[in-house]
């Protein structure tokens, strides 16, 4: 039998019996109290949400009275980062606290100005990137008029904005108000050439340790303002003016500013017209960057033949790691360069010198792609410890390979590239040879792909030198033939399969556009599947053998 009343939880008091209504679920009457205990308080303001597309300030007196105080209290800046996060939501981008990222947003010079009045909320900003949007050129004032008290702000990156003088005298002015700037990055900017440049000088704090101009035709008479530039940043790590190729002689105006950029650790010159006059002043300078890691000439064609005016100041950069001279040549070695090469190799007698070059040849990957001239180093210069060679596409490599190998005999080579090189029989049967003497144990990946007129007796020398020990750190080998290319792998595959169970180390192996029966591929799948490793063949150049058992069942 029911009670004639319902007791209302937290009242008191008794609800009357209404046998015409709806009898109320206990989840309805907790309801109703948190209501009650509500009704007698002031109204709450909308939380901020960091998932809403709309925020708002919190109403409560206590969180006002924050946001009026002139300090930047941690309620306003997670105000702040609220509103930036609806901003970078409105343009389909996300961030984290600390960084804003911008880059290929289509923005206007609208959305600069919205940004900049936002900005003043998030103090602590360290990462900034308007990168590749062309639209903001020629009104960054509305953005860098907000950046002077933005202390903690480390990288400002605007590449490809079409920025042009005004904006750079305007970038100019806000860079002196940031003692905290590392990064700056203009690149792709082409207005900067001309003389742009001098919106910048003197205004960079030393706090900067990369600054990359690439792409912002610079010609020579900017070296002397880029020299300017220079002068006060003594903590710059990286400089990067590559693809300016009117450049030029203002090289030797910047190497003369090197001497005050002692930390310097890597140095990016690809492709800005390097004539032998730039270069030779290069060399000189680089006895004042003794840390240099990283040095990048490629893509100078005018260096060929002059290569000889840089290696003797090599010698002071017992640091270096990376040196690259791809494509700095478009025609062979003349017996002119070579000799004077050679001579000037002959010419160091002195001890201490001949150890900086061995530790110098000893400790750089070398990146030589088309530099011809380069390869006859290696015929005069003892390289003990080089680890990584990448002579790939330089043509002269093919049936000169001998001098490279002689000279790489006693080395730990751990990385050798010659892809399309023009290898002949000949030469991978010297490999071959070396690989029996154990001089390239170490080797961990070999690349031997593109090598069309090496024939089956070069391949099977290779994989027998394997098949006894000699490779036996192999992890990558790539024999792959060029895509037009295509010829049957039958003459050489069971030194192939005698070679696999020696090869304990391999990952992945090569194979691409050589041709090979149903019946052997089925067996290559079985031994490298039992291994783990990857096998990179074209499917459609598997033919069927003409003895095929017929019972065997179809490939996947």
Same mark, same amino acid.
């Given at each position: 039998?029911?009670?004639?009343?319902?007791?209302?939880?937290?009242?008191?008091?008794?609800?009357?019996?209404?046998?015409?209504?709806?009898?109320?679920?206990?989840?309805?009457?907790?309801?109703?109290?948190?209501?009650?205990?509500?009704?007698?308080?002031r109204p709450l303001g909308r939380l901020l949400s960091w998932a809403s597309d709309r925020t708002a300030i919190r109403e409560s007196a206590e969180t006002e009275e924050r946001i009026q105080s002139p300090e930047v209290g941690?309620?306003?800046?997670?105000?702040?980062?609220?509103?930036?996060?609806?901003?970078?939501?409105?343009?389909?981008?996300?961030?984290?606290?600390?960084?804003?990222?911008?880059?290929?947003?289509?923005?206007?010079?609208?959305?600069?100005?919205?940004? $900049?009045?936002? &900005?003043?909320?998030? %103090?602590?900003? !360290?990462? *900034? #990137? +308007? @990168? =590749?949007?062309?639209?903001? /050129?020629?009104?960054?004032?509305?953005?860098?008029?907000?950046?002077?008290?933005?202390?903690?702000?480390?990288?400002?990156?605007?590449?490809?904005?079409?920025?042009?003088?005004?904006?750079?005298?305007?970038? $100019?002015?806000? &860079?002196?108000?940031? %003692?905290?700037? !590392?990064? *700056? #990055? +203009? @690149? =792709?900017?082409?207005?900067? /050439?001309?003389?742009?440049?001098?919106?910048?000088?003197?205004?960079?704090?030393?706090?900067?340790?990369?600054?990359?101009?690439?792409?912002?035709?610079?010609?020579?008479?900017?070296?002397?303002?880029?020299? $300017?530039?220079?002068?006060?940043?003594?903590?710059?790590?990286?400089?990067?003016?590559?693809?300016?190729?009117?450049?030029?002689?203002?090289?030797?105006?910047?190497?003369?500013?090197?001497?005050?950029?002692?930390?310097?650790?890597?140095?990016?010159?690809?492709?800005?017209?390097?004539?032998?006059?730039?270069?030779?002043?290069?060399?000189?300078?680089?006895?004042?960057?003794?840390?240099?890691?990283?040095?990048?000439?490629?893509?100078?064609?005018?260096?060929?033949?002059?290569?000889?005016?840089?290696?003797?100041?090599?010698?002071?950069?017992?640091?270096?790691?990376?040196?690259?001279?791809?494509?700095?040549?478009?025609?062979?070695?003349?017996?002119?360069?070579?000799?004077?090469?050679?001579?000037?190799?002959?010419?160091?007698?002195?001890?201490?010198?001949?150890?900086?070059?061995?530790?110098?040849?000893?400790?750089?990957?070398?990146?030589?792609?088309?530099?011809?001239?380069?390869?006859?180093?290696?015929?005069?210069?003892?390289?003990?410890?080089?680890?990584?060679?990448?002579?790939?596409?330089?043509?002269?490599?093919?049936?000169?390979?001998?001098?490279?190998?002689?000279?790489?005999?006693?080395?730990?080579?751990?990385?050798?590239?010659?892809?399309?090189?023009?290898?002949?029989?000949?030469?991978?049967?010297?490999?071959?040879?070396?690989?029996?003497?154990?001089?390239?144990?170490?080797?961990?990946i070999l690349d031997l792909s593109y090598n069309s007129p090496v024939g089956a007796n070069g391949w099977s020398g290779l994989l027998t030198s394997g098949s006894q020990g000699g490779l036996g750190s192999l992890e990558e080998?790539?024999?792959?033939?060029?895509?037009?290319?295509?010829?049957?792998?039958?003459?050489?595959?069971?030194?192939?399969?005698?070679?696999?169970?020696?090869?304990?180390?391999?990952?992945?192996?090569?194979?691409?556009?050589?041709?090979?029966?149903?019946?052997?591929?089925?067996?290559?799948?079985?031994?490298?599947?039992?291994?783990?490793?990857?096998?990179?063949?074209?499917?459609?150049?598997?033919?069927?053998?003409?003895?095929?058992?017929?019972?065997?069942?179809?490939?996947?």
């Open positions: 039998m029911e009670p004639s009343g319902t007791t209302t939880a937290g009242t008191g008091g008794q609800r009357p019996r209404d046998s015409g209504s709806v009898r109320r679920s206990p989840l309805d009457l907790i309801i109703n109290q948190i209501r009650r205990k509500r009704s007698d308080r941690d309620g306003e800046h997670d105000i702040g980062w609220g509103r930036i996060r609806a901003f970078l939501h409105k343009l389909g981008k996300d961030t984290e606290k600390g960084k804003i990222n911008l880059s290929h947003c289509d923005l206007t010079a609208t959305d600069l100005l919205e940004l $900049g009045t936002l &900005l003043p909320y998030v %103090p602590q900003l !360290e990462q *900034l #990137d +308007l @990168s =590749w949007n062309e639209l903001i /050129g020629g009104s960054l004032r509305a953005l860098t008029s907000h950046l002077n008290h933005m202390n903690w702000i480390s990288a400002l990156k605007l590449n490809g904005c079409r920025l042009d003088h005004q904006d750079i005298a305007a970038l $100019g002015e806000a &860079l002196s108000c940031l %003692p905290s700037v !590392e990064v *700056l #990055d +203009l @690149s =792709w900017n082409g207005a900067l /050439g001309g003389g742009a440049l001098q919106g910048l000088v003197g205004k960079l704090q030393p706090s900067l340790t990369e600054l990359h101009l690439v792409a912002c035709e610079l010609t020579a008479a900017d070296g002397t303002l880029l020299g $300017g530039i220079l002068s006060p940043l003594s903590r710059l790590c990286v400089l990067d003016v590559s693809c300016n190729p009117h450049f030029t002689d203002g090289v030797k105006e910047l190497s003369s500013a090197l001497s005050k950029a002692a930390s310097l650790k890597t140095l990016r010159l690809q492709r800005v017209g390097l004539s032998p006059h730039s270069l030779q002043a290069l060399g000189d300078s680089l006895q004042s960057v003794p840390s240099l890691r990283h040095l990048d000439l490629s893509c100078n064609r005018g260096l060929s033949g002059h290569l000889p005016l840089l290696t003797p100041h090599l010698t002071h950069l017992s640091l270096l790691e990376t040196l690259d001279l791809s494509l700095t040549s478009a025609t062979n070695p003349t017996p002119h360069s070579v000799l004077n090469l050679t001579r000037l190799l002959k010419d160091v007698t002195n001890e201490e010198t001949m150890e900086n070059i061995e530790r110098l040849s000893g400790v750089f990957p070398l990146h030589v792609y088309q530099c011809e001239v380069f390869i006859m180093y290696f015929s005069v210069l003892a390289v003990p410890y080089l680890r990584c060679v990448d002579l790939s596409w330089c043509k002269v490599v093919g049936a000169r390979l001998s001098l490279l190998l002689d000279a790489l005999q006693p080395s730990v080579l751990q990385e050798l590239r010659l892809s399309s090189c023009e290898l002949t029989t000949d030469d991978v049967q010297h490999l071959a040879s070396a690989c029996h003497g154990g001089f390239l144990s170490s080797l961990r080998l790539d024999l792959s033939l060029r895509p037009v290319a295509s010829a049957p792998c039958s003459e050489w595959l069971p030194a192939l399969f005698r070679a696999l169970p020696r090869l304990t180390a391999l990952k992945r192996l090569g194979l691409q556009r050589w041709t090979i029966e149903a019946k052997e591929k089925l067996q290559l799948d079985h031994c490298l599947k039992k291994r783990n490793v990857l096998l990179e063949m074209d499917a459609e150049e598997r033919k069927e053998s003409v003895n095929e058992d017929k019972t065997m069942p179809p490939e996947e």
